[in-house]
């Protein structure tokens, strides 16, 4: 008996199953749902050549639809930062009334139908809308327009940024903070010398998830872009089109790019964080 427990105290409990069948699951989820998706535009491109390729994907009208997407993607990612730390400082470091439904509301616009917030926002900042219409009045106008385009990321961004630092923040203990003060380091000082070399990492996570998402957004930034040729219209629009028109090899090559795209995206900021973690394990 004693044996037997000495056995068993050796053996490592485990809650899911060994390691083979949890890598086996795993590997044919993410197949099923990530590379078989992605390993079918390879294919749908090998019906067309390169020449048709290059040429779809280096169009005029499509190379404006890139400069489009990716400035305003890249505009509302560098806001929702800013804002997104904002707001997870303000969850985590303050008790105010109604701040759990605060906390709940962050995650509204990725539980939001895309189409409903797309409607919803564009007729918020048309020229009759309740926040346009002040716009108007000094002449700026919001819907239909790149402004309006970056408020839609923005709306669709933010809760992605929230939610990779909240959990930082909330780890990080506020006696750092307050040794720093001590010591009489200013807050400013406090913030980028002890909270934001903590926060860094999960604020590059949260600006290339909202940055990948943007572009790849459809029904939120639809309709309040309105379609105007060389001047709203978005990536994913353009492969719609080409979709309506049953031009597969075209849309294909478009989505080809944005998926290229995005990868070195994630994947650039992936080694943006190890090398600002391997600094600062010293």
């Not at 004693?2 to 197949?31: A, D, Q």
């Not at 309105?226 to 028109?245: A, D, F, R, S, W």
Request: charged share 15%; aromatic share 12%; net charge positive.
């Amino acid at each position: 008996m004693h044996n037997f427990e000495k056995i068993f105290l050796k053996r490592k409990i485990r809650v899911i199953p060994g390691f083979g069948l949890s890598i086996g699951i795993t590997v044919t989820m993410l197949s099923l749902v990530v590379l078989i998706p992605l390993f079918s535009v390879f294919l749908l491109l090998s019906d067309s050549s390169f020449s048709d390729f290059l040429r779809v994907i280096t169009d005029k009208q499509t190379i404006a639809a890139y400069q489009v997407s990716l400035s305003c993607s890249a505009i509302a990612a560098v806001v929702n930062v800013v804002f997104g730390i904002l707001l997870a400082w303000i969850l985590t470091r303050y008790q105010f009334p109604m701040r759990r439904i605060l906390d709940g509301l962050i995650e509204l616009p990725l539980a939001l139908p895309t189409a409903v917030a797309g409607i919803a926002l564009t007729t918020l900042y048309s020229e009759h809308g309740w926040i346009g219409r002040w716009f108007a009045k000094i002449g700026v106008k919001i819907s239909y327009s790149k402004t309006g385009i970056v408020i839609a990321m923005i709306f669709i961004g933010i809760p992605l940024v929230v939610r990779s630092v909240q959990p930082v923040l909330e780890k990080l203990d506020p006696q750092y903070e307050e040794a720093a003060q001590v010591l009489g380091a200013s807050r400013s000082r406090t913030f980028f010398k002890v909270v934001l070399p903590e926060i860094l990492p999960a604020a590059l996570t949260g600006f290339g998830l909202a940055f990948a998402k943007s572009i790849g957004e459809y029904g939120s930034v639809v309709f309040i872009a309105g379609n105007i040729p060389y001047e709203t219209q978005i990536v994913p629009l353009i492969i719609m089109n080409k979709l309506e028109q049953f031009n597969y090899p075209a849309a294909t090559a478009i989505a080809f790019v944005m998926v290229v795209f995005a990868f070195l995206l994630l994947f650039g900021i992936n080694l943006i964080q190890a090398r600002i973690q391997k600094i600062a394990r010293g």
